[in-house]
């Protein structure tokens, strides 16, 4: 079993910068990938980024150069730092871990970005 927590989402300006954090504890060592998917209204949930167990990253196109994940191994913690902001980032941002046969998402965090 593995838990997510995220934390680090809020009301921003468009232009504007947040970071989204995402900490895993229990079965840590089975985690192949961890990332970040985001779901607006009336529509699908999709990914915004990955990064895997040996550091491969992964980004969707609508954030490449203006989102940057990373990870503190120490703290079992991966961030989303969000730059430039649009209004279309709006969404409930979920964290999500994949092991070899299950997935685990966290709770979310709503990202309302204002124009």
């Known amino acids: 079993q593995v838990q997510l927590v995220e934390s680090g989402g809020g009301l921003v300006q468009a232009g504007g910068s947040l970071r989204l954090s995402c900490a895993a504890s229990?079965?840590?060592?089975?985690?192949?990938?961890m990332g970040w998917y985001r779901q607006a209204p009336g529509k699908r949930r999709e990914l915004v980024a990955t990064?895997?167990?040996?550091?491969?990253?992964n980004y969707a196109d609508s954030v490449k150069g203006r989102f940057t994940i990373s990870r503190d191994n120490t703290k079992n913690t991966v961030y989303l730092k969000m730059d430039s902001l649009k209004p279309e980032d709006t969404a409930v941002y979920y964290c999500?871990?994949?092991?070899?046969?299950?997935?685990?998402w966290g709770q979310g965090t709503q990202v309302t970005v204002s124009s």
């Open positions: 990064i895997t167990k040996p550091g491969r990253i």
């Open positions: 999500n871990a994949a092991l070899l046969f299950q997935t685990y």
């Open positions: 229990g079965s840590i060592s089975s985690i192949n990938a």
